[in-house]
């Protein structure tokens, strides 16, 4: 089947999609739960195959990703059952207003319509990206990296079947399997209503390049983490540790650590002791070195480099402001943090900190859809417009506007002889 037939396909299922129940919608999601457990092995088996064809070609971090296991999938179905609680996106009336006497407008929640979502190896991700679609009343063309090939194809069988017994229709989820799919997805601006690429900066800026159809940019996550001169040794100790190496693949771990000059020798040692005695190597600038000699030497490129390993560039600024200076350079607009006694200091760096997320004592690892309580993600958003953060149930709805007249014509208003009231109702 050709990418055009899958879109065509998939946006004919997305309008029956957007006219489905909550209880619909739900029942599909436990149908998915339930069928997920039930062919557990087999999925094991093919996540096997992907990590046995990729052999040594991967690193470390990368086949962490690619791995599903038990631990994976309980980690999903949980995932599917929080996603069941959560209220319906659909339907919400946000705005309500009497134009006139007898002319009532509202703006309602809808779905987008369909979305193609371009990811990395990380079977997982199929898994809540199409549950977020399918609870959101969207249809969805998904792209995985190639090194998942196995485990996506019969993941994404698997929930079809499941939801279509459900009463979805069959289509609402289809899977592109090739660069050639992905490049013909590009220009199906009738058909495909929002593409999600999430990748590197390169691969994004490609893709918003090569289409007129909207994109939500997902890039990489060059995030920071800055101790102020006030920031609490063991408090900069425990964020530092956990932002670094709770998940240190993932793209909302930090990359460089920022330390205010003046407090860097009181810091600094207990900060880079805990960081070392987690595994972490340290690559910091001369005057880090001089407080902390186990450093190896930073470059230039270290401050740009995500790393994506347990590998932390360390850099000394004289202030608050430098600092925000440094990241809003060198960062991704992704997640940065800091760590302060200062509630000044920290709310000039919230507010000047051009990012998607900007934390206040806590680690950026809490840059996630599931954590931030939006029933997990299909991304972390670093564009400026429609969403922005983690993209979950809400970002995938848009609205419509819905009035109710009473054979009401325009030109009694044009004429004079009716007026508009503009009046906001409840």
């Known amino acids: 089947m050709s990418t055009l037939?899958?879109?065509r396909k998939a946006k004919a299922a997305s309008i029956l999609l957007s006219d489905t129940s909550l209880e619909d919608r739900n029942r599909a999601l436990e149908a998915m739960a339930n069928a997920l457990q039930a062919q557990g092995e087999?999925?094991?088996?093919a996540n096997r195959q992907d990590l046995q064809e990729a052999g040594d070609s991967l690193g470390e971090a990368l086949r962490k990703r690619l791995l599903f296991d038990q631990g994976k999938l309980q980690d999903v179905v949980a995932g599917l059952h929080a996603l069941r609680k959560l209220p319906d996106p659909l339907g919400r009336v946000t705005s309500r207003r009497e134009l006139a006497e007898g002319l009532h407008l509202r703006r309602v929640t809808c779905p987008i319509g369909v979305i193609g979502i371009i990811f990395e190896a990380r079977p997982d991700a199929l898994v809540q990206i199409s549950s977020l679609c399918l609870k959101s009343g969207n249809a969805v063309l998904l792209k995985g990296g190639r090194e998942a090939f196995h485990t996506n194809r019969?993941?994404?069988?698997?929930?079809a079947q499941a939801t279509c017994q459900a009463g979805i229709p069959r289509e609402w989820l289809q899977l592109l399997e090739s660069r050639e799919e992905v490049q013909g997805m590009l220009s199906l601006n009738d058909t495909i209503d929002l593409i999600v690429p999430r990748g590197s900066n390169a691969f994004v800026r490609h893709i918003m390049e090569n289409t007129t159809i909207p994109v939500l940019g997902?890039?990489?996550g060059l995030c920071h983490l800055y101790l102020d001169e006030s920031a609490d040794p063991k408090m900069a100790a425990a964020v530092a540790v956990d932002a670094?190496?709770?998940g240190a693949s993932a793209c909302n771990a930090i990359e460089t650590l920022l330390v205010n000059r003046k407090a860097a020798p009181r810091l600094l040692p207990q900060v880079c002791q805990a960081l070392e005695a987690a595994g972490v190597e340290l690559r910091g600038d001369e005057e880090c070195r001089r407080l902390w000699p186990a450093m190896k030497m930073a470059t230039p490129e270290d401050w740009a480099t995500e790393y994506l390993s347990l590998v932390l560039s360390v850099k000394l600024v004289e202030d608050v402001k430098e600092a925000i200076d440094h990241i809003n350079h060198y960062g991704s607009h992704h997640t940065d943090a800091i760590v302060t006694?200062?509630?000044a200091n920290a709310d000039l760096f919230q507010r000047r900190v051009d990012s998607a997320d900007v934390f206040w004592n806590a680690s950026t690892r809490f840059a996630d859809g599931f954590r931030f309580?939006?029933?997990?993600?299909v991304g972390i958003s670093t564009s400026k417009i429609h969403a922005r953060g983690p993209v979950g149930l809400e970002g995938l709805t848009i609205y419509k506007w819905l009035l109710e007249g009473q054979g009401d014509t325009v030109a009694p208003f044009a004429q004079g002889q009716r007026q508009y009231t503009h009046r906001e109702e409840g």
């Open 341 to 343: 006694e200062s509630a």
């Open 5 to 7: 037939e899958m879109a």
């Open 373 to 377: 309580g939006l029933g997990a993600e």
């Open 244 to 246: 670094k190496t709770q």
């Open 154 to 159: 019969l993941l994404a069988e698997v929930i």
């Open 42 to 45: 087999a999925i094991f088996q």
């Open 218 to 220: 997902h890039s990489a």
